[in-house]
C-alpha cells in the first residue's frame, strides 16, 4: 500500500534559517505529491504539489522537488519567518490526478517553530 | 480561497451514544467530500469518499455502519459516528473537492467518556 514518511519533529529554527524538512513516499504508479501546512486553529491549506517526476512546486518562498528515483519530495525555504510556524504534512495521490478527486495519503506531520 | 467548516468543532459524549459531524462548503459545490480521521501524533488517515447522490465508499478495515455517512446536498456531508466508545475518540477531519483541489476543515474532537 501507499505510505509517507516524513521527519519527525517538534523542528526548531531561529529567524532566517534554512529550512529541510525531509519526505519519502511508496506508492504504486504515478503518484502526486504535496505539502500541505495547518497554522493552529485551522485546516489543512494547500502549500504546493508536483504531478510528475522532475516536477518542482513552490509557493510563499517554500519548493519541493519531484524525486523519483530517490522517492523523495523533501520542502525547503532558504529563510524561515515566524509565520512560517505550523505543522507541515506531505501526501500523495496516488491516481496523480492532482489531488482533487481522490483520498490522499498523508505523512505524521512536522511541527516546525521559528524562534524570532 | 474556499471555505470549508465543519460542526461542532468538539464533542463530548458518552459512551453508547450516537454523534453527527457536519461538514459543509461554504463557497462552493462539492460532488466528493472526504473524511479523514487523525490520532494524535498520527497521520491523518482516510476513512471514506463521500459522492453527493450515492453510498460512500469507505477504507478497508472502517466500519461503514458504526460510522455513516451521508452527502444529501453539494454543500453537506455529515458523518455520524453511532454508538460511540471510548476507542472512538479522536480528530475527525473533512474535505471537499473542488477545483481540482482538496479543502479542508478545521477539524471535530470527539471525545467519549
Not at chain 1, 21 to 44: D, H, R
Not at chain 2, 3 to 18: A, E, L, M, R, Y
Request: a neutral charge.
Amino acid at each position: 500500500g501507499n505510505s509517507v514518511t516524513q521527519m519527525e519533529g517538534p523542528v526548531t529554527l531561529s529567524e532566517e534559517a534554512f529550512l529541510t524538512i525531509n519526505c519519502t513516499y511508496t506508492a504504486t504508479g504515478y503518484p502526486s505529491l504535496f505539502w500541505y501546512v495547518q497554522y493552529p486553529g485551522e485546516g489543512l491549506q494547500l502549500l504546493l504539489k508536483a504531478t510528475k517526476a522532475d516536477d518542482k512546486g513552490s509557493n510563499k518562498g517554500f519548493e519541493a522537488t519531484y524525486r523519483k528515483e530517490t522517492t523523495s519530495f523533501h520542502l525547503e525555504k532558504g529563510s524561515v519567518q515566524v509565520s512560517d510556524s505550523a505543522v507541515y504534512f506531505c501526501a500523495l495521490s496516488d491516481r496523480g490526478s492532482g489531488g482533487g478527486a481522490d483520498g490522499l495519503t498523508f505523512g505524521k506531520g512536522t511541527h516546525l517553530i521559528i524562534q524570532p | 480561497g474556499a471555505v470549508v467548516s465543519q460542526h461542532p468543532s468538539w464533542v463530548i459524549c458518552k459512551s453508547g451514544t450516537s454523534v453527527k459531524i457536519e461538514c459543509r462548503s461554504l463557497d462552493f459545490q462539492a460532488t466528493t467530500m472526504f473524511w479523514y480521521r487523525q490520532f494524535p501524533k498520527q497521520s491523518l488517515m482516510l476513512m471514506a469518499t463521500s459522492n453527493e447522490g450515492s453510498k460512500a465508499t469507505y477504507e478497508q478495515g472502517v466500519e461503514k455502519d458504526k460510522f455513516l455517512i451521508n452527502h444529501a446536498s453539494l454543500t453537506l456531508s455529515t458523518l455520524t459516528v453511532t454508538s460511540a466508545h471510548p476507542e472512538d475518540s479522536s480528530f475527525y477531519i473533512c474535505s471537499a473537492s473542488g477545483l481540482a483541489k482538496q479543502f479542508f476543515g478545521p477539524g471535530t474532537r470527539l471525545t467519549v467518556l
